[in-house]
């Protein structure tokens, strides 16, 4: 029984893609509008069923389904694990999953794919479903490739566009690069410990040396799928352009979920990467550079869905910062929380745009916070939570990364204080320019603006729920709350937290004083922003602006794409030419004729010694018997 | 009994072809034919499976005072080989009717007498056997192809005669030496020749010249020049037989005679071997990226997914042995699979060049699903068949040395590389005058493509059966090695 209700979790959106997937012609809208959302729904209560009665199922907490690739010592099993994490995360990925899905009945419902929309973000939970639920590496990077091939289908889902399927392409081909780096850690994780199976691998792992080389290397290798799929530096240039997806895409895959898999993948190694402090090291530097990076991009930026492209990067950039520090439940914190406020500021975002008839840039917005009452309200509760204001989701998530820094080291702490305030910077801007003053949008937008239906905002006010709240569930000790998540989580990471030697913790004081830090920071950056962009007017500058020095660097994203273009892309385009016109056609394949013209080109000389002149034989007969004396008698 | 069933079968209908008229008859002919011989197959394999480790032999004197026989037969291997040609070759058949062949005939006469000649290569347990018809299916190939195909058609096929000619008389002369160092009376026999005591010296000769037959048949880097224009300029089902089935007599040949009679030998220059074929992985998929037509961006695809296979039956161990033999399959049907989408795509648009299609998805969705499909299994995504060879494949090669599977693993993010952009710029993005009046494939033709969607699928989630008939034989094959 308990088998089979896991079983079903991922098996709803499966099924679910494929009606939608194989009927996607002559199933009715309408039918479809129940399909989609309703198998998330379903699998979602299956989730609950199993987190209210987790103890039962994490009695033995691997669930097998069938033996999957077996040769000799290598058995794989299709099999499931359930414990703390992947409950924690199921309740993300269903959960915030359905939301998006019952908005998307109203955010897509003019396109002409409407079926196949949903079909593909089906196949999508089915992947991430797998990713999550899977109890050894292998299943794991079948959701992992699976979510890969779903965001480039979705990203290009508007495929007449070549841009966009530009976009598409580019995300699957980053993707791909971290996951060459999962598959060969995966491999190193075999011929070290002679499974894949998380259990035995971890049970094994337990046992061996801290800073031990191997297991510096499988932590790095899988790192670098991380890296890829996290969009972290410096394979983090696919998540912006990412944006061309539809807005419930990217609310889902690219904030939410998807890019979340490679945190959620180093917490479940946890007990590999604690045995390798110089993989946390890398980890911590890797996601702390992101965070700045991004953050200090995301300032100049001026398409509303691109702001917070950048800003998911940089707050991924910030879960990676907790993993590097050890403080793998603050990450996990801050993922759940960001999967709220995130998703809730993104579906915001497309609500913004659907009424102002696809308008992105926030410079063409402005006064919508009268017109649009409902998105506003949340947008603001989204984008306090996002600054770290108290009591919202935001501030607890991260005031519990930026503390375990702070005791990890100082000087990383600073830096990532003002990556915060910057955080706060650009949110407000953005919601200053979208919300506040006058429309600055043409006549025809104004005349069609209108609040979204209530399909897209009754979403919008559950996030926005969720995202005020959801801190609740790890209220520290500070505020006299009981980390019920900590509590929670705490089977999981207690391996791990057995071998690292915990810092010491902070008194309560400094504890005060940090967040009163922070706070400060953030409320002087908030209030810069509404001095600068409703006070005044000089934050608006179009397009073909002259820039100089560090603004034109910021503005132009640091020209990272056209530094790898220049490194990789051209590089490699030359290289298949010098290849395919030189070396193919011009060396090896005329070496090839060339033995053959030799053999026509001998053949076509001897015969002509071939005669038939019985004379001219016995004059080479006789010639050879000359020779073979002459050469006896030097010899 | 069923072994030669399976061999004369399909001579038979390739010669009572010749007699019939008209093309509808040929047609329905060829095609129902082929599906019983596929259907002998299938019972062959049921037999296989049930009556343990009958081989199926059959054996009769031949030249008895040489010491040849026609002794046939199946191990686990040559079973999975004769079912993916005998798999194929309807699928080959079906799709090839939305094209009107001269001489229809002689043209699907030809095919049968090549899975004649294909099923005997694999069944072969005789030295001599194996020869003649490895050198047998090279008769019909040229024909297809000098015949029925396109531009340039008989320079570009007297060229791959000849070099793959060229490559099997030496695998002729190292059966030959092999044969007078086998133990007395002499005999072809397979398990003469493995039992033949060889100096190093020896061993070292006689696996340079099966590796150059094979190496030239697979095509290894750098013996593949004669591959892009062949594929190129055959007839669609031409280029599916070439690549579907033909290059796995190369692989197929390393496993069962290179491994267990040149062990030494393969051990000692596996190093040098290994490092050909991961240069061909990263060669032929650099230069694919800039290919303009379609079907030689398959070819050089296809000299890429290949190579991985040859340096994993070199590297000796079970996991890539597996893997080499299971993609054997897996290739076979997704290169078929590409091939079928592209010829659509030609007939009906008269182009293959990609810079002159797109938008092709708006006007033939369903084209566009199988395309994808095809794809995906060809860029090994999980749960597609070619997950799982290249998966072994790589994990094997990875025990070996972790250098080769690094640079051998790219293959993953090139094939992503150029399989996307020919997809993109073909299928997506808006019609063009030439794509504007493309019209979906029809039924007749999807159904072309359902066995190819049911066994990509099937391998992918559920490789055992394939991957456990074949276990004891590539066990029984890498320990010659060991001994």
Redesign the interface.
């Known amino acids: 029984m308990m088998d089979y209700i896991v079983f079903l979790i991922p098996v709803f959106p499966l099924l679910g893609f494929l009606i939608l997937g194989l009927g996607y012609r002559s199933i009715p809208k309408k039918l479809t509008s129940i399909v989609g959302p309703g198998t998330i729904l379903l699998s979602f209560i299956l989730t609950l069923i199993v987190f209210f009665n987790f103890h039962q199922f994490t009695n033995s907490p691997t669930h097998h389904l069938f033996p999957w690739i077996s040769v000799g010592p290598l058995n794989i099993p299709f099999a499931f694990l359930i414990d703390p994490l992947s409950i924690l995360m199921l309740l993300v990925v269903t959960g915030v999953g359905f939301v998006i899905h019952v908005y998307s009945v109203g955010y897509m419902k003019e396109d002409p794919g409407f079926n196949r929309f949903f079909a593909y973000m089906n196949l999508f939970v089915f992947s991430m479903l797998l990713l999550v639920m899977g109890a050894n590496y292998p299943i794991m990077f079948i959701g992992w490739e699976g979510v890969g091939l779903c965001s480039y289908l979705l990203i290009g889902f508007w495929f007449k566009n070549q841009e966009y399927n530009n976009a598409a392409k580019k995300a699957f081909i980053m993707n791909r690069i971290g996951d060459l780096g999962f598959l060969l850690g995966m491999f190193l994780i075999f011929t070290t410990f002679g499974s894949m199976s998380f259990d035995q691998v971890f049970a094994q792992a337990k046992s061996m040396p801290v800073g031990s080389p191997v297991v510096v290397a499988i932590t790095l290798l899988l790192f670098v799928g991380a890296v890829g799929k996290s969009a972290q530096i410096p394979l983090y240039t696919w998540l912006p352009d990412a944006m061309a997806g539809p807005t419930p895409v990217s609310a889902l895959i690219h904030a939410a979920t998807m890019v979340t898999a490679g945190v959620y993948m180093i917490a479940r190694s946890n007990i590999l990467y604690v045995l390798a402090p110089a993989t946390m090291t890398v980890i911590g530097i890797t996601g702390l550079a992101t965070a700045i990076f991004a953050a200090s991009i995301a300032i100049f930026q001026n398409d509303i869905k691109k702001i917070l492209a950048y800003s998911t990067i940089s707050q991924l950039g910030y879960m990676f910062v907790g993993l590097g520090a050890g403080a793998f439940t603050g990450a996990m914190f801050h993922l759940t929380t960001h999967a709220f406020f995130k998703a809730l500021l993104f579906l915001g975002a497309g609500s913004v745009i659907h009424a102002m008839g696809g308008e992105q840039d926030i410079r063409n917005m402005g006064g919508l916070r009268s017109k649009l009452p409902k998105t506003y309200w949340t947008f603001l509760v989204g984008t306090i939570a996002i600054a770290g204001i108290p009591p919202l989701s935001g501030f607890f998530s991260k005031d519990e990364i930026l503390l375990h820094l702070y005791e990890h080291s100082v000087v990383m702490w600073a830096i990532a204080v003002m990556g915060a305030l910057m955080t706060a910077f650009y949110m407000f801007r953005l919601l200053y320019l979208a919300f506040f003053k006058n429309f600055r949008g043409t006549d025809e937008q104004l005349h069609h603006l209108h609040e979204s239906p209530s399909v897209m905002t009754t979403p919008l006010m559950i996030l926005a729920l969720l995202a005020a709240v959801g801190g609740l569930i790890n209220i520290p000790e500070l505020f006299a709350g009981g980390s019920w998540l900590s509590s929670f989580l705490a089977p999981v990471f207690a391996d791990g937290a057995a071998i690292s030697l915990p810092p010491v913790p902070v008194s309560h004081s400094t504890e005060w004083m940090l967040i009163a830090v922070t706070l400060a920071g953030c409320i002087a950056m908030i209030y810069f922003a509404f001095h600068r962009f409703v006070k005044q007017d000089n934050g608006l500058q179009p397009d073909g602006t002259q820039r100089s020095g560090v603004v034109r660097l910021l503005s132009g994203k640091y020209f990272i794409d056209e530094l790898y273009d220049l490194l990789i892309s051209k590089p490699l385009l030359w290289l298949s030419r010098f290849l395919h016109e030189i070396v193919e056609l011009r060396f090896i394949d005329r070496l090839v004729n060339g033995a053959g013209n030799i053999v026509v080109w001998t053949g076509n000389t001897l015969r002509y010694i071939q005669t038939g002149n019985v004379g001219f034989y016995m004059f080479i007969m006789i010639l050879g018997i000359i020779l073979i004396l002459f050469f006896n008698i030097l010899i | 009994m069923l072994t030669i069933i399976l061999i004369l079968l399909p001579l038979a209908l390739s010669l009572i072809t010749l007699t019939l008229k008209s093309e509808k008859a040929v047609r329905q002919y060829v095609l129902s034919g082929s599906v019983i011989e596929f259907g002998v197959a299938v019972a062959a394999f049921i037999q296989y499976k049930t009556s343990c480790h009958c081989n199926l032999l059959f054996t009769a004197d031949w030249l008895s005072t040489l010491g040849v026989s026609l002794k046939f037969g199946m191990d686990g291997i040559s079973l999975l080989m004769v079912m993916l040609t005998t798999f194929l070759v309807p699928v080959i058949i079906l799709s090839s009717f939305s094209h009107s062949y001269s001489k229809p005939a002689v043209f699907y006469s030809l095919i049968l007498l090549m899975e004649m000649a294909l099923v005997g290569v694999f069944t072969a347990f005789d030295g001599l056997m194996f020869y003649i018809f490895w050198e047998l299916t090279l008769i019909p190939a040229y024909f297809i192809c000098a015949v029925w195909g396109g531009n340039d058609r008989i320079r570009i096929t007297f060229?791959f005669f000849?070099?793959t000619f060229v490559g099997s008389l030496f695998m002729l002369v190292a059966l030959i030496c092999l044969y007078f160092k086998t133990p007395l009376p002499h005999s072809f026999d397979y398990h003469w020749l493995y039992s033949a005591v060889l100096t190093p010296a020896e061993q070292a000769w006689i696996f340079a010249a099966f590796f150059l037959a094979f190496a030239i048949k697979i095509p290894i880097f750098?013996f593949h020049?004669?591959q892009p224009d062949t594929y190129t300029t055959s007839p669609a089902p031409g280029s599916m037989l070439l690549a579907g089935i033909m290059l796995k007599m190369g692989i197929y040949g390393m496993i069962r005679w290179m491994v267990p009679v040149c062990h030494n030998a393969m051990q000692l220059y596996a190093p040098f071997i290994i490092t050909l074929a991961v240069i061909g992985i990263v060669?032929a998929s650099?230069?694919a990226?800039?290919?303009s037509d379609m079907k030689r961006l398959v070819a050089y695809s296809s000299i890429a997914h290949v190579g991985l296979i040859a340096a994993g039956v070199f590297v000796l161990n079970?996991?890539a042995m597996?893997g080499a033999v299971i993609q054997m399959v897996s290739h076979g049907i997704n290169i078929v699979g590409l091939f079928i989408a592209i010829d659509m795509i030609e007939k009906r648009t008269g182009s293959r060049v990609i810079s002159e299609l797109g938008?092709i998805?708006?006007k033939a969705?369903r084209l566009a699903v199988v395309f994808m499909i095809m794809m995906?299994g060809s860029i090994a995504?999980?749960?597609t068949n070619g997950f799982?060879g290249e998966?072994?494949l790589?994990?094997g090669i990875?025990?070996y040395s972790?250098v080769f599977?690094?640079i051998a693993?790219?293959t993953?993010?090139f094939s992503?590389?150029y399989m996307?952009?020919m997809y993109?710029r073909t299928m997506?993005?808006?019609t063009n005058g030439i794509t504007e009046e493309m019209t979906d494939i029809t039924w007749t033709e999807t159904v072309a493509f359902i066995p190819l969607v049911i066994m990509i699928f099937w391998i992918g989630?559920?490789?055992?059966l394939f991957?456990d008939v074949a276990?004891p034989d590539v066990?029984t094959v890498l320990d010659y090695v060991r001994l």
């Not at chain 2, 989630?461 to 055992?464: G, M």
């Open positions: 060229k000849i070099y750098p020049t004669w060669y650099v230069i990226i800039r290919q079970p996991y597996q938008g998805a708006t969705p995906l995504l999980p749960l799982i998966f072994l790589l994990l990875f025990e972790k599977a690094a693993g790219l993953i993010i992503a590389v996307l952009w993109q997506l993005g808006k989630l559920s490789p055992r991957l276990l066990m």
